[in-house]
């Protein structure tokens, strides 16, 4: 049975197509160097560290991005002279947000005013990194973070059980008309029933998604230094539970290819 962690990674994945950092709340950096196991980012360094300098692409747009796990999410909002729902922590006055997961392993996800910096060229990295690889200096399993999703404020909430209410009462700004789970500025406090494998409210400065680069090897096809990706396309992203956490591209599984040498 797939883990929290492993229901996240592969669920941002598939709605965004990037790779979810692990815990949410690591913060990460352009050039970080590491390695991928079973969906999770560990880090190891930075390739200016390495004497590997790079130019940064700014983002300047700015983006809000909400995704909720289907059918397993529910949200409304208690404004401040509505009545309390039978048994909430709210009282009459109180206001701010009420989350239901109906299923385990459920996501809400929300990053608010986001920009993707990159590392603006990878030609060149890529070059500095094989030419490191084919003299012994480089590891063929790190990969390197060459794009990376900056959120103003993040909320991210995953159950781990089936029925769990979060109730975020808002501290500041009550009588707003509106609340967004992911603004600071609220200052909710949280109120939990039932259980949860993580839950992050309205942190600020948060790396919660990003791309990476590394070396891939295969018999038909040289050595290259490319973009990486962890899940493999199926239907629907179905994935079988043995191929979790490799290497692929399409449906081409490195480690299968490395036995076959």
Do not use: C
Request: proline share 3%; glycine share 8%; net charge negative.
């Amino acid at each position: 049975m797939a883990s929290a962690q492993d229901q996240y990674t592969k669920e941002m994945y598939k709605k965004f197509g990037y790779h979810a950092t692990w815990l949410p709340g690591v913060n990460l950096q352009l050039g970080d160097i590491g390695t991928m196991d079973n969906g999770v980012f560990t880090r190891n360094g930075n390739i200016k560290k390495q004497g590997i300098s790079f130019e940064i692409r700014e983002d300047k747009t700015r983006t809000t991005l909400e995704y909720y796990s289907q059918g397993g999410v529910s949200v409304s909002q208690k404004l401040s002279g509505k009545a309390a729902p039978p048994g909430s922590v709210f009282g009459d006055i109180d206001a701010g947000i009420i989350v239901e997961f109906l299923k385990d392993k459920a996501v809400l996800f929300k990053a608010n005013n986001t920009s993707s910096p990159s590392i603006e060229d990878a030609i060149a990295l890529g070059k500095e990194v094989l030419k490191r690889y084919e003299a012994g200096e480089w590891n063929k399993n790190y990969v390197i973070i060459t794009e990376i999703l900056e959120a103003e404020t993040l909320t991210v909430l995953i159950s781990n059980q089936a029925n769990t209410k979060v109730e975020l009462k808002a501290q500041a700004n009550i009588k707003a008309s509106h609340f967004d789970i992911a603004d600071a500025a609220f200052k909710f406090g949280t109120e939990i029933k039932g259980g949860l494998e993580t839950h992050i409210i309205a942190q600020e400065g948060a790396t919660p998604l990003f791309k990476m680069m590394g070396i891939k090897k295969g018999i038909l096809r040289p050595t290259v230094f490319e973009a990486m990706a962890t899940f493999p396309v199926y239907p629907e992203n179905f994935e079988p539970a043995e191929n979790i956490g490799k290497e692929v591209s399409g449906f081409d599984f490195i480690e299968d290819e490395e036995k076959a040498e």
